[in-house]
């Protein structure tokens, strides 16, 4: 298979498609040079940027999937992808040991008043016993 990579993926992934397939990465594409070329390819790979609307999947005549590499499919006509026989996949977990670490990065943030501190600081002030934390 030929795919098109058209976003910025990390290269770990990359490397796997690489053993199995010819893997093209094409980031920074305008609409009409991702359509001009999307023709030559089975297999599109997308993060959030890219727009694959009704237009770029007609263009893409070969295409049997389309990769969506994060958790929704927002950015991909679903409807058109349908109409021409091609499967749309995503990765719906890529992003749960981020999700996790920020959740508690975010809970840590509230219980030492991260936020007042600095803003107090950045104010000049340095009120130490106020942000304590719990």
Not at 40 to 67: F, W
Not at 79 to 91: Q, S
Request: glycine share 8%; proline share 2%.
């Amino acid at each position: 298979m030929r795919v098109l990579v058209a976003e910025p993926v990390a290269r770990e992934g990359l490397e796997l498609l690489a053993a199995h397939h010819e893997v093209d990465e094409r980031t920074g594409l305008s609409p009409a040079e991702l359509a001009a070329i999307v023709a030559d390819y089975d297999a599109l790979i997308v993060r959030s940027q890219v727009e694959v609307d009704a237009t770029l999947i007609a263009a893409g005549s070969r295409l049997v999937v389309i990769g969506r590499a994060g958790v929704g499919v927002d950015n991909v006509d679903l409807e058109a992808a349908t109409r021409a026989g091609i499967t749309v996949v995503n990765a719906p977990t890529g992003n749960t040991i981020a999700a996790a670490e920020h959740t508690l990065a975010l809970l840590y943030g509230v219980a030492r008043r991260t936020a007042a501190a600095d803003a107090s600081v950045r104010r000049g002030e340095w009120k130490r016993s106020e942000f304590t934390g719990l």
